[in-house]
């Protein structure tokens, strides 16, 4: 079976660290593909920061 899992960056975590630690569970052979993307927000006040999301397509053994 195929899935998709989707990590995106909180204010209190990176996708980057959450999409590795769910990676190193995975065996090298389940990993399908592996997609970046990131778009800028901006606040009221004006200030802009990255939010970055990463997916991951992976197949499981049943």
């Known amino acids: 079976?195929?899935?998709v899992k989707e990590f995106t960056?909180?204010?209190?975590?990176?996708?980057?660290?959450?999409?590795?630690d769910f990676?190193?569970?995975l065996a090298?052979?389940?990993?399908?593909n592996i997609c970046y993307g990131s778009t800028i927000?901006?606040?009221?006040s004006g200030t802009a920061y990255q939010r970055s999301?990463?997916?991951?397509?992976?197949k499981i053994n049943k």
């Open 28 to 32: 090298d052979d389940q990993v399908i």
């Open 41 to 44: 927000k901006s606040t009221p």
């Open 9 to 20: 960056d909180t204010d209190t975590a990176y996708a980057e660290k959450r999409a590795n």
């Open 23 to 25: 990676l190193a569970d």
């Open 53 to 58: 999301t990463i997916l991951i397509v992976y």
């Open 1 to 3: 079976m195929i899935q």
